[in-house]
RNA sequence: GCGGACGUGGCGAAAUGGUAGACGCAGCAGACUUAAAAUCUGCUAUCCAAUAUGGGUGUGCCGGUUCGAGUCCGGCCGUCCGCACCA
């Protein structure tokens, strides 16, 4: 074959890319009438390169986008960068730069490297919320907000870094260690910002119900997020008051969700930010550094629920409220956290597993008030009964089942005022302060004169918007930038017109991606979106990302909307009406472990040559360890990047592998001889136009069947977002063209395959289809093709004859033959009478055009 | 700890409760070629039989439902993911 038969890529590539670019071919029209379709995929963090990942991400949406094109959409398909965040100002830090010009620098490249990819992406809508015109509207909806009510502010704890003189998120946060600094953490209260997220709890919740193209998994950890429970709350008087502060306290508040067992109830443990807890450590130097040692330790779930159960004896009394006469003890315990429910909770040890730990560590008594049928004696041993069961050692409960016994319960304490039914929910407000540089600035400037009078926050005037960052800063000192700027936070009040400081902290960069989808639809300069224009695109009828942000983003966009329709900037319910999660692109690793016990050192693709059985480092040309196929990550060194494959293989055979062989929502192992392979392919198809020939009639039946299967499945596959399978079938219809003779049936069969595949491997379909179509169009504008429902099924079909459900024969016969029919063709046969021998038949199960079962 | 997902050939996988392994990768054999690359053809779960035709086994493990289970149910085992200041 010579070079000018071969597709190449490096030209055809560039010369589509411009060619789009010139004729506008992706611009999404707010005035079209054709039905719209808005299809999003998440994002990028502008981190320096795009990813292997990013590039299975676009391909999926660009996929469907091109394929809703085709088949008479007008899509909406933009891009931008999620451009605010902790590692731009890292690497200031550590590369002397500034973190707008490391950001910009990047988007610069990583556009570059996705315009290399040919997506359908109307880049005229590109936006990049480091810039102001993106965040000072943000400012302005933040406003609207804090005006409606949705914004307050309140004291809340922060990892801080005493060396680094900063906040640590936790992730920075390694061993109790900031991760710069390595000195411990401590916890800070500071003032920040919330927004009121738990004002659409139950709404958030309700909605869930709504999103049926949402993965069940998504929605159900959204729904464990949000954790809405009742029970009921009450409280324990205490035997001697406690003085604080705020007067005498008598009582500790409590809820639960099982008072059924509440005369299993040993103990009550308050968190250690409770007040009565606080006022108890003023006095009490061992309990102040119980609590102390409570707020060092990490405040994940995941290190909550591992953490070793430690308490502390108050020596305090709790009076049990159906039994004046009952005193339990009261423990402060570093399990109970403040920010859930009262912050205080009864221990009933036999039945959670929790408390039992607990019990068994302080030797607190231990009763089963549950039990099933036959347990009643049997002591509970190191795990706590948590299951169904009868309620037992508990007066005038005894004998209820769970349910009876809570409304029972419930009910004593309504009538005789001591507690009431609660909803709680696991969602707490949504703090948005971050003391760092590098994000929205809040548009709030603080008045407090010295003399103690002041305005207190008061609102940026809207015209004073943006609320610009300043870009002289340095990173060289401890500290947030923006407190130490000289001049930046110091303004007047926009109120009293007295000196006053403006508002230092950043917002949480989620509140920048739960919007950006609105002002994609439509970016007016003079206000955050024009509500016409997003009501039309609105939902996004397709989104795609990775399931790293199963909760928080999605459901900080999902309030944003539900918030802007609060305030009737807005009338969209939920923001993503499909919603898809791809799986990661993972690769082998390539390892050699160092003498001793050191760390084994990794090696990267491209210093190792790999056969099918080994792998060896080309410097020394011995063996390497393969390892597992994992995630791609950069201390693993098994990553790939997508400009040299791209340099190698072109942006149609990437594209290709990144829909091939996984399914989309698993993982797919990258491999050289993987892309290979689809190298081969892209060739393959490229081949297909040279067999376009003379319009001969002889009619090819078997290839037009073939042809209408594959338009009809193929399609099906991309609405289901089921690549690989679309990928098959292209490539059985590619072998069926090959195999078919010379006809008009074979050109038109041709043409569909370049139709069909255009979505996946557009440069190619384009390059390919300017020589073979019809002159009109380019294939990306072209209509999708149509299929003949009759020309689907098979002229003969396989029937299968079993005996007992075990295939024993087949025969072949025309679809649509009667079950009677069917019968009696699989009674015919001799190897089933062969079998039967004569034997009873019991029961023939026919299904038609499938099989036929005997039982015998 | 809690919640979730997944487990099928050497590998990625496919299979409305109805012929398990489509399609791809890797491999093997052959064709073409001075040769290589590229391309094309055939084979490729496993055991027995060893020639086509044949017979058995097989979807992580144990059990259940069903005429029939990779698929549904229960219980294990294993792997991976998420868990409020990473984005």
């Given at each position: 074959m010579t070079e000018a038969t071969r597709f190449n890529p490096h030209i055809a590539d560039a010369r589509w890319q411009e060619y789009w670019e010139n004729n506008k071919t992706f611009h999404a029209d707010d005035e079209s009438e054709k039905p719209k379709s808005y299809i999003l995929e998440?994002?990028?963090?502008?981190?320096g390169r795009i990813h292997i990942g990013h590039v299975r991400n676009y391909t999926m949406g660009d996929v469907l986008a091109r394929y809703k094109r085709m088949t008479g959409h007008e899509v909406l398909h933009p891009m931008g960068w999620d451009a605010f965040g902790m590692p731009a100002e890292n690497a200031a830090m550590e590369k002397k730069t500034h973190p707008g010009s490391w950001t910009r620098e990047n988007i610069t490249n990583m556009r570059a490297q996705l315009k290399r990819l040919g997506?359908?992406?109307?880049?005229?809508r590109e936006i990049a919320t480091c810039e102001p015109e993106y965040y000072g509207q943000e400012q302005a909806l933040f406003l609207a907000l804090y005006k409606a009510g949705l914004v307050y502010r309140k004291e809340s704890s922060v990892n801080w870094d005493p060396v680094d003189m900063t906040v640590l998120a936790n992730e920075q946060v390694i061993d109790g260690c900031g991760?710069?600094?390595g000195a411990p953490v401590e916890k800070r209260k500071l003032s920040q910002w919330f927004l009121k997220i738990t004002e659409f709890s139950d709404d958030l919740l309700d909605g869930l119900d709504d999103l049926?193209?949402?993965p069940d998994k998504v929605r159900l950890m959204q729904e464990n997020w949000i954790g809405k429970s009742s029970g009921l709350q009450f409280h324990f008087d205490l035997e001697n008051s406690v003085n604080s502060d705020d007067g005498a306290i008598d009582k500790v508040e409590v809820f639960s969700?099982?008072?059924?067992?509440?005369?299993?109830?040993s103990f009550v443990a308050i968190a250690a930010d409770h007040p009565l807890a606080q006022s108890l450590a003023k006095d009490n130097q061992q309990l102040s550094d119980f609590c102390d040692d409570c707020r060092k330790m990490g405040t994940t779930a995941a290190e909550l629920e591992t953490m070793e159960k430690k308490g502390f004896d108050t020596g305090l009394s709790a009076l049990h409220p159906?039994?004046?006469t009952w005193k339990l003890p009261v423990f402060v315990a570093n399990?109970?956290?403040?920010?859930?429910?009262?912050?205080a909770v009864f221990g009933v040890p036999a039945h959670d597993q929790r408390d039992l730990d607990f019990a068994r560590k302080y030797m607190l008594p231990v009763t089963r008030v549950v039990a099933k049928?036959?347990?009643?004696?049997t002591p509970i041993a190191n795990e706590a009964f948590t299951g169904e069961g009868t309620i037992i050692?508990?007066?005038?409960?005894?004998?209820?089942?769970i349910e009876a016994a809570q409304k029972s319960v419930i009910d004593h304490a309504e009538s005789e005022n001591w507690g009431k039914t609660q909803v709680t929910w696991r969602l707490r407000d949504w703090g948005?302060?971050?003391?760092?540089?590098?994000?929205?600035?809040?548009?709030i400037i603080h008045c407090n004169q010295e003399d103690g009078s002041g305005c207190g926050p008061v609102a940026v005037p809207?015209?004073?918007?943006?609320i610009v960052l300043p870009?002289?800063?340095?990173?060289?000192?401890?500290?947030n930038p923006l407190e130490r700027h000289?001049?930046?936070?110091?303004v007047d009040c926009?109120?009293?017109?007295k000196a006053a400081r403006r508002e230092t902290d950043t917002l949480d960069t989620f509140a920048d991606s739960s919007w950006y989808f609105l002002r994609f639809a439509s970016q007016p300069a003079d206000k955050p979106f024009d509500r016409g224009v997003v009501e039309k695109w609105m939902p996004v009828d397709q989104y795609i990302g990775g399931?790293?942000?199963?909760?928080l983003h999605l459901l900080y966009a999902r309030f944003w909307t539900r918030a802007l329709a609060h305030i009737d900037m807005l009338d969209v319910k939920?923001?993503?009406?499909s919603l898809f999660t791809q799986g990661m692109v993972t690769h082998e690793t390539y390892s050699r472990q160092a003498d001793g016990d050191a760390k084994p050192t990794f090696f990267s693709p491209d210093e190792i040559t790999r056969t099918s059985s080994d792998a060896t480092l080309n410097s020394d040309g011995k063996a390497v360890d393969v390892g597992r196929v994992i995630k791609m990550s950069k201390s693993k060194k098994n990553v790939v990047d997508p400009d040299e494959i791209i340099d190698q293989y072109g942006a149609d055979a990437v594209r290709w592998f990144m829909l091939?062989?996984?399914?989309?929502?698993r993982d797919l192992p990258w491999s050289e001889a993987g892309i290979e392979g689809c190298w081969r392919f892209v060739q393959r198809l490229w081949r297909l136009?040279?067999?376009?020939?003379?319009?001969?009639?002889?009619?090819d039946k078997d290839l037009m069947r073939k042809m209408h299967q594959s338009i009809a499945g193929v399609g099906e596959d991309i609405e289901n977002l089921a690549f690989n399978k679309a990928v098959a079938k292209i490539y059985a219809l590619v072998s069926a063209i090959e195999k078919a003779k010379p006809s008009a049936d074979r050109n038109s069969a041709i043409r569909t395959a370049f139709m069909l595949c255009a979505p996946m491997v557009p440069h190619l379909a384009e390059e390919a289809w300017s020589e073979?179509?019809?002159?009109?169009?380019i294939i990306a504008n072209a209509a999708w093709p149509t299929f003949d429902k009759?020309?689907?099924?098979?002229d003969e079909i396989t029937i299968v004859v079993q005996i007992k459900g075990k295939v024993k024969d087949k025969f072949t016969t025309v679809p649509g033959r009667s079950k009677e029919e069917l019968e009696s063709l699989a009674l015919a046969s001799k190897k089933v009478q062969n079998i039967i021998d004569g034997a009873p038949i019991h029961k023939v199960i026919v299904v038609p055009d499938r099989l036929v079962n005997i039982v015998i």
């Open positions: 998440m994002f990028p963090y502008p981190s997506f359908a992406l109307d880049w005229s991760w710069r600094s049926k193209n949402w969700t099982r008072p059924d067992t509440i005369f299993g109830a159906l039994d004046p399990f109970v956290l403040m920010d859930y429910g009262t912050g049928a036959g347990d009643e004696e050692n508990s007066r005038f409960l005894d004998g209820m089942e948005v302060s971050r003391q760092r540089y590098w994000g929205t600035p809040i548009p809207n015209d004073q918007l943006p870009e002289d800063v340095g990173f060289d000192v401890p500290g000289p001049t930046w936070s110091k926009p109120s009293c017109g399931i790293e942000h199963a909760i939920e923001p993503f009406e091939s062989d996984s399914p989309p929502e136009k040279s067999l376009i020939g003379d319009e001969t009639d002889s009619p073979i179509g019809d002159g009109s169009n009759t020309m689907l099924t098979e």
